[in-house]
C-alpha cells in the first residue's frame, strides 16, 4: 500500500491529467502513471466520483517504480486500484507543504537547473528530480498573457524575474480549458496583499523550442498553495 497526499493536480491536453503527491512514507514526491493507451482524464477526479483533487490522501495500490532522469518520481500503477482515503483539512494541509517546501528553485532542482532569459529548463535525461514546492520569498505575479492567451505566474527569484506557464487544474472550468478568471483575479489580488504563498514546480516531459538545439525540460507552475485558503484556493 502506497499512500500519497495530492498537491500537484495539472490540466494537459483534451481532457487528460497529471496527478502527484507526497509519498507520506518517504516525504518524497511520487507521480503515478501510466501508458499512453489509458491516459489520466478528469474523470478520476473527486468531483467525477475519482479519488484525486487536490489535498487528498489516497492509497495508489500495487505501484512499480518507472524512473527516466529529471521524472525519477514516476510510478507505474493501476487507476482502478487508487481508492480515496480522506481529504486533508487546511492545516494538515499547509504543515505538509511546508515541511516539504525549498527556499529557492536552484536548491529545489540543483546544478542541472539552467536559466534562459525569463525561463528555466534542465537538459533531457539530466537532473534528479521533477517536481518540487518552494516557498515564494517575494511577491508572485498571476495573470493570463495578452499574446498567448495563457496563464502565467511572474515568479519574483532574487536576481530576475521568470514568466511561468501555470498549469493548475483550479484555474479552470469543467470544460477544461475556459480559465476561472474571477478565481484568477482573487488569488492575485491576495498575493499582492502580502499573502504567503507556495509554488508547486514540475519540469514538463522535454521538447526542442524554436530556435534551440536541444531538445530540455522546461519549468512550470503546477500549482500554488496560499496560506489564507491553501486546499481550493478560495477564501
Not at 511546508?98 to 525569463?118: P, T
Amino acid at each position: 500500500m502506497t499512500e500519497i497526499v495530492v498537491n500537484h493536480l495539472t490540466r494537459m491536453k483534451a481532457a487528460r491529467i497529471c496527478v502527484a503527491g507526497v509519498d507520506l512514507e518517504s516525504g518524497n514526491h511520487l507521480r503515478p502513471v501510466t501508458g499512453p493507451e489509458d491516459p489520466l482524464t478528469r474523470d478520476l477526479l473527486v468531483e467525477n466520483g475519482g479519488a484525486f483533487d487536490v489535498g487528498t490522501l489516497v492509497d495508489l495500490g500495487e505501484i512499480v517504480s518507472a524512473p527516466n532522469p529529471p521524472e525519477i518520481e514516476d510510478h507505474a500503477f493501476d487507476p482502478d486500484q487508487a481508492t480515496l482515503i480522506r481529504q486533508l483539512d487546511h492545516t494538515d494541509y499547509l504543515e505538509l507543504i511546508s515541511e516539504i517546501s525549498h527556499a529557492s528553485v536552484e536548491e529545489a532542482f540543483g546544478d542541472d537547473l539552467q536559466r534562459f532569459d525569463w525561463k528555466y529548463a534542465v537538459d533531457e535525461g539530466f537532473g534528479n528530480g521533477s517536481l518540487a514546492c518552494v516557498r515564494a520569498q517575494s511577491t508572485p505575479s498571476l495573470e493570463i498573457d495578452d499574446r498567448f492567451g495563457k496563464l502565467q505566474l511572474r515568479f519574483n527569484d532574487p536576481d530576475k524575474p521568470a514568466f511561468l506557464s501555470v498549469t493548475d487544474l483550479r484555474f479552470v472550468e469543467s470544460d477544461h480549458k475556459t480559465y476561472r478568471t474571477d478565481l484568477i483575479d482573487d488569488v492575485q489580488d491576495r498575493l499582492l496583499r502580502g499573502v504567503g504563498a507556495y509554488v508547486h514546480f514540475g519540469l514538463a516531459r522535454a521538447f526542442r523550442a524554436a530556435g534551440d538545439d536541444k531538445r530540455r525540460h522546461w519549468l512550470q507552475v503546477n500549482g500554488l498553495t496560499l496560506e489564507d485558503g491553501p486546499i481550493d484556493m478560495a477564501r
